[in-house]
């Protein structure tokens, strides 16, 4: 323990460091006004009703439409989080897997998609009851704000909320717009993009299409991805509104490149990894041998609605959809002689649903203003799952005999309370969840054994949090909350000898604390800084993962320490620069297998930067900036004997236009990623047995786009 010493001191000094200017300013000195104006947006992640950011006792950050929308494709939640402190969202640069994001390191141990970090578009959710979702089926076109939430708040949320990642889409007003655009850049990489908004008779639209297309940067990594959504908002009475949602995601054949090992990322960045035991001459590499890939078809649709009454208003939330997957991927029975095999081609037939309802009551007590929300949380899915040799005779990447038949259902029902007291220069705030999560299995295919049975996981998630207002231009807070993550559907598939279901996994239970300042320095930088620890038991980490198929186990207890920091300003001429830091030191704390104490966790950088300067001319006509992304060195497994993957520092530049004549608006923009050409490890596949974990980031490269908007 005694190691763990000079990193708390480090980030109480990173914390002081960057609010010690603060403390020397005089209570309420400057002009109060301005500074309030520059304190932040309205959010409602963390207490569920709408809060000025700067007055919770959370981390939480904003990130707003020009950054989202207006110099970027649009493709990936990865382009816009960047500037996050906390988080790490990564481009794998495989469209087959999703993006890789993590917050404080929940989630870093991802095979594929996002889990640890709760994800929700427009107050519904995009995670299933398990905890693992998909930032693909965000709207990227279509973004407001995305509001991503930090440490013990986001335990109100329940299972797997390391963080939380909110996006809300616009809504349609004003006159009828119509809105195209089309953007290209490296690797074949191309979008096109058609909109339209306005409101009529009292309803707001959205409707939004679009197709993105890549030849990939890696080898068999091309992806064509389809994404259609619509949005209506009404209001039934002067004191309701109603929102409807509906969204679809398609993706056939998104090829998969696969990890590569050290040697062969060495060797050629853009490179797959040769089968050596391939027949043929010249080998073939595993993905192109198997034909790994994956095709999906997700459709989703969303209702919420809102009734207010005097101060007190009641949410009603419901949504339902469908998710169908095909996944070919590089192992198969063919080469194995255990029975309990299940092939190597993933099928399933999702449908979901769920709902969620509650009341939130406003009252005068004791001199302040108490908010009281109570409601239940509930979510259901239904997996109709087949697996299937992806061979066929001696050819591979063909569909064959059936080696699986299930169905599986998960179900979750969370009632919820949380209050928050304001009152003078104080706002106090407590929440409870109780979660329970069941997992049942109905085995239809028992000739390697019948895998039928049931498991329940359950807990409780208290949540504390104070803030003190020691002038209007600087806020104090501390927090602390209990987490709790059950292991995902995906996490109990494969016991580590392959004989089913590991229906003896743990959930991970873990204990958060944190510290920090808002501030305002004269009318035009905020600064945040917060120091945190979490401690967790049972930690979920991979045991095995080998061609695709990865299973799971509990291990020792982790400790995370660390420190962020961000920095917003403006200055003269149009300038603004931003700074988000953060240093992170996650260990094992006690031994398991062969891992000892202080190894670090693996897919977890100790620290990562981004800094970005940039100009906008006054009238808005032109813009520029310089982004600097960095990142330490990152292990790729839990005993940290294999290489990790480097640290890095790239740059990237970006310039946009905009022109306005008479109904249309013109965009344009030009970005060059990676500008200096760096060689980098974009992401890890965590554990995986063959020790392919390396998947390479692009070099330098481009994009460019422009947009016309007409308005009737």
Known sequence: MQQNVPLRLNAIAALFAAGGAVFSIPAYAGDAGAALQNAGVVVVSGSRVERNSFDLPAAIDVVDAERIRDTQMRVNASEALSAVPGLVAQNRQNYAQDLQISSRGFGARSAFGVRGVRLIADGIPASMPDGQGQAATFNLDMAERIEVLRGPFSAIYGNHSGGVVQLFTRDGKGRPALETSVSGGSDGARKVDVNAQGETAGIGYIVDASRFETDGYRDHSAARRDQAFAKLTTRPSETSRLVVTASTLTQDDTQDPLGVTWATYQRDRRAGEIDASDTALPKRTFAERYNTRKSIDHQQLGVSFEQRFGEDRLRVMAYGGNRKVIQYQSFSRFFQSAPSQSGGVVDFDRDFYGADINWVAQRQLGGGTLSTTIGIDYGRSTDARKGFENFVGQQFGLRGALRRDETNVLSSADPYIQAEWQGGPWVLTAGLRRTTLKVEVDDKFTANGDD????????????????????????????????????????????????????????????????????????????????????????????????????????????????????????????????????????????????????????????????????????????????????????????????????????????????????????????VNNLLDRDYVGSLIVGDANKRYYEAAPGRNWMAGVSAQYTF
Request: glycine share 10%; aromatic share 10%; hydrophobic share 40%.
């Open 452 to 671: 039928s049975g049931a498991v329940d996981y359950s807990n409780t998630t208290p949540v504390v949090g104070v803030l003190y207002k020691v002038s209007p231009t600087l806020n104090v807070y501390a927090s602390a909350a209990r987490g709790f993550e059950a292991p995902t559907l995906n996490e109990l598939f494969y016991s580590n000898a392959g004989a089913g279901f590991n229906f003896a996994l743990n959930p991970a239970k873990s204990k958060h604390l944190e510290a920090g300042i808002k501030t305002i320095v004269g009318s035009n930088t905020r600064i945040d800084a917060a120091v945190f620890e979490v401690r967790t038991d049972d930690e979920l980490v991979v045991d095995s993962a080998v061609g695709g198929r990865t299973s799971y186990r509990n291990a020792s207890e982790t400790l995370r320490r660390g420190a962020e920091v961000s920095v917003g300003t403006t200055f003269g001429a149009g300038f603004s620069a931003r700074l988000a830091l953060t240093a992170l030191r996650a260990t094992y704390e006690t031994p398991f297998g062969a891992v000892t104490p202080g190894r670090r966790l693996p897919g977890v950088p100790s620290a990562n930067a981004f800094a970005e300067l940039a100009w906008n001319e006054k009238a808005g006509r032109f813009g520029a900036a310089l982004e600097t992304i960095a990142s330490s060195k990152v292990y790729a497994e839990d005993s940290n004997a294999e290489t990790p993957a480097p640290g890095y520092a790239i740059v990237n530049a970006r310039v946009q236009a905009r022109q306005k004549a008479g109904a249309w608006e013109l965009k344009q923009f030009v970005r």
